[in-house]
């Protein structure tokens, strides 16, 4: 926050097959013992009790559903040459390079025009159910007060750019929390957790296990492994190359939403998001951070994948995961 001279910021840290919430972060943040020594609006816990739009966090999903409603056709390219999109009169920007990217391509470089041509194709019906699959639009039902549903609106409701909107992530809304139970599906190998805050409970001194059901199948194997081989492009060659770990694979996504003030968008308001999950090719921790309304630098690549890789080296040598000399030698060279 003060290097960004942000206005909040969260992290989530959970285990992708178990739930298991291993760490939360919510700044700026109160003393539950004395709340009245800071402001009423500083009296919650971000990440599960704000829902923000996700931005570009939600393109994997998007491939996702076009992957499965076969809407791609293997190897194609699309057109992001002209550095954006009209659509229903109204011009949406790219930031990536001009190209021709397929759509693994579209992921990790994040093109804006790209993800559009592939969602527009998508029947309104399936983007829908695929996003509610992944948990988006309802609580998580984890052990905490409070907790925020999302904003996603029925297809009923939605205009022509409704579709667009769904692509980069603006026309709904999601917890830190949701987010990250997303990439847990897709680091796990498909199955959506439900997020667990206690290990252990007891009862007449006998120690009882907390369960760590799953919800549901949502990808299978082949496509969460395709969702993840296009995730660990966007760290390696992608606009994520600030959240690479020495001697590790690491797979994630940056997003940069607009941030609603007063009801509506505009160019000064952002949130910077990265989520994430490592190492290759069996995840141990999903990592989901984000900055709100950051001032000096509002860019995802530049303001959240930084903290993402702070977060992520800790939690590497909290949980001694596996380190592979040769890859850090190489990325130290990089």
Known sequence: IDELRADAASAVVLEPRTGAVLALASVPSFDPAAPSRVPQEQWRLR????AIEPGSTVKPIVAAAALSAESVRPGERFDCLGRGVRLAGFWIRDHVEPGRYTLDEVVAYSANTGIIEV???IPQDHLYRTFAAFGFGRRSEIDYPAEAR????????????SRAGFALGQELTATPLQVALAYAAIANGGWLPEPCLVVNATSDNESIPADHPYRARVLDEPLAARLTSMLEAVIDEGTGEEARIPGMR?????????LAVNGGFDDEHHVAWFAGFLPLPDPQVVIVVAVENPRSDFWASTAAAPV????????????DMPFDKDRADAVRLA
């Open 47 to 50: 990440p599960v009790q704000d």
């Open 119 to 121: 969602v527009e194709r």
């Open 150 to 161: 999302g904003l996603m609106p029925e297809v009923r409701t939605w205009s022509k750019l």
């Open 250 to 258: 690491v797979a994630g996504k940056t997003g940069t939403a607009q």
């Open 308 to 319: 993402f890789a702070r977060i992520a080296e800790a939690a590497a040598g909290h949980l």
